[in-house]
T-cell receptor
Framework: DGGITQSPKYLFRKEGQNVTLSCEQN?????MYWYRQDPGQGLRLIYYSQIVNDFQKGDIAEGYSVSREKKESFPLTVTSAQKNPTAFYLCASSPSDRIETQYFGPGTRLLVL | QKEVEQNSGPLSVPEGAIASLNCTYS??????FFWYRQYSGKSPELIMF????GDKEDGRFTAQLNKASQYVSLLIRDSQPSDSATYLC???????????FGRGTSLIVHP
């Protein structure tokens, strides 16, 4: 069953803590993306990666880091430098032949304790 | 700054009516246009995409694109309460495969 999985569904972060959100896809998509969604807001791009071992900053990369060691995986770390991390985090991927068409995972909701 | 504008709503329609959702964009070079449906607390789901001027129909959904006027719309015929969701418009600016998302329009279909 092909798809995009994100874990955990809910994540709680303590002050000064780094946390990592998982995103895995078995769709054989080359491109992967991380977005942040705040209430009443559109999706804001954090990082994206078109190929393994390469990624680019999006519009709001400060306080976040990513890696792309495998085609299937694109984890996002929310560092302690991100002062307002509470949001809904969405991972997406797109196929190389229709790279502009994005498909989303179920999301991770990050809350600060 | 490439912008995609949507009326936040809520747009309220009775069951069985046609719901019309609109989206305008600023970049004249935009080539690809998408509509996503997002239920409360869930992730966006792609429901329609359109590349050429005119209408594209898929079941109860019709996407309409007018590049000269820089708007794209989504019509939902025979609206059902299960269509109640936020609809996000996404537009790929010219020269980029990364879409710009609007803030979404909340649709409420009441019985």
């Amino acid at each position: 069953d092909g798809g995009i999985t994100q874990s955990p569904k809910y994540l709680f972060r303590k002050e000064g803590q780094n946390v990592t959100l998982s995103c895995e896809q078995n769709l054989n998509h080359d491109a992967m993306y991380w977005y942040r969604q705040d209430p009443g807001q559109g999706l804001r791009l954090i990082y994206y990666s078109q190929i393994v071992n390469d990624f680019q900053k999006g519009d709001i990369a400060e306080g976040y880091s990513v890696s792309r060691e495998k085609k299937e995986s694109f984890p996002l770390t929310v560092t302690s430098a991100q002062k307002n991390p509470t949001a809904f985090y969405l991972c997406a991927s797109s196929p190389s032949d229709r790279i502009e068409t994005q498909y989303f995972g179920p999301g991770t909701r990050l809350l600060v304790l | 700054q490439k912008e995609v504008e949507q009326n936040s709503g809520p747009l309220s329609v009775p069951e069985g009516a046609i719901a019309s959702l609109n989206c305008t964009y600023s970049d004249r070079g935009s080539q690809s246009f998408f509509w996503y449906r997002q239920y409360s607390g869930k992730s966006p789901e792609l429901i329609m995409f359109i590349y050429s001027n005119g209408d594209k129909e898929d079941g109860r959904f019709t996407a309409q694109l007018n590049k000269a006027s820089q708007y794209v719309s989504l019509l939902i015929r025979d609206s059902q309460p299960s269509d109640s969701a936020t609809y996000l418009c996404a537009v790929n600016p010219g020269g980029s495969y990364i879409p710009t998302f609007g803030r979404g329009t909340s649709l409420i279909v009441h019985p």
